[in-house]
């Protein structure tokens, strides 16, 4: 989140008045600075002694609810970054700022994914999917908003702030999800990684396909479009949680079973060894 806080406005600035290529080779500078001090400050780690085989890994894959949860990361992303790519050509082509303002319209951008990211850290372990839900139906009407009103400066700007605050700071809940309806071994978090990459090209790639048929507000309107099968994505366990609650409230008096079965498609729990921190 301090990413885009910060690397999104400075290389905006270094774009503007060095060339757009400069605005690459400075961030593959910081790239590889990034990468030598991972390499001397975080320690090495050895395998984990219940690390298992990837055999035993790829039994988590058959659970099909891991791959409704992984099945909804990819719209979230793709919904954020369908709008985040095109911002600048928005703000300057539709709404009508002059490009050396832009920069501070998406520092502020930034911070609003920090404190969303936050919020969502806080949350995401407790109510996975409800904030997922709640997340995904708020960038729809930011989106929406952002495409009808483009043309004004503050609603634009308001709903572009919004799209921060509820967009990719996601994460820490799609991320949640994911290990606790597969585990939070390395193969599942690579595979979501991989479906969290293909929500970034599908919503890039096709907004731009997009704005040379139907104009700079076309990315807008995919996002949107993105955030609505995200939400299809949820209801099934919407649906099951619903049920399940429906199930729990006791008609009369009644005794529990301490023998009763366990949940045939529950999860299995996440390993705590490899469990990340929700805010991560």
Not at 90 to 106: K, Y
Request: proline share 6%.
């Amino acid at each position: 989140m301090l990413g885009t806080l910060l690397g999104l406005p400075l290389s905006t600035i270094a774009g503007e008045r060095f060339g757009w290529r400069v605005a690459f080779w400075v961030i593959s500078g910081i790239t590889v600075l990034a990468a030598l001090a991972a390499l001397a400050g975080v320690p090495r780690l050895g395998r984990a002694e219940s690390g298992g085989s990837v055999r035993e890994e790829i039994v988590a894959f058959q659970n099909p609810r891991l791959w409704l949860a992984l099945s909804t990361s990819a719209p979230i992303v793709g919904a954020t970054f369908s709008a985040f790519s095109y911002f600048h050509p928005i703000l300057t082509e539709v709404t009508g700022f002059r490009a050396d303002t832009v920069p501070l319209l998406l520092i502020g951008y930034g911070a609003a994914t920090v404190i969303g990211n936050t919020v969502v850290g806080r949350l995401a372990d407790r109510h996975t999917v409800a904030v997922q839900l709640v997340g995904l139906a708020l960038n729809f009407l930011f989106l929406v908003g952002f495409a009808v009103f483009a043309h004004l400066a503050v609603p634009a700007v308001m709903l572009m702030t919004g799209i921060g605050l509820v967009g990719v700071t996601m994460n820490p809940a799609m991320a949640t999800r994911v290990q606790l309806t597969g585990n939070a071994r390395p193969l599942v978090n690579t595979v979501h990684s991989s479906f969290i990459a293909l929500g970034v090209i599908v919503g890039s790639s096709v907004g731009g396909l997009a704005i040379n048929s139907f104009g700079f507000r076309a990315p807008l309107w995919f996002g949107a479009a993105l955030a609505v099968i995200g939400i299809g994505t949820l209801g099934p366990d919407l649906i099951r949680r619903l049920g399940a609650a429906s199930a729990a409230v006791p008609s009369g008096p009644s005794v529990v079973d301490p023998e009763s079965e366990p949940d045939p498609v529950a999860a299995p729990a996440a390993d705590p060894k490899y469990m990340c921190t929700a805010r991560s």
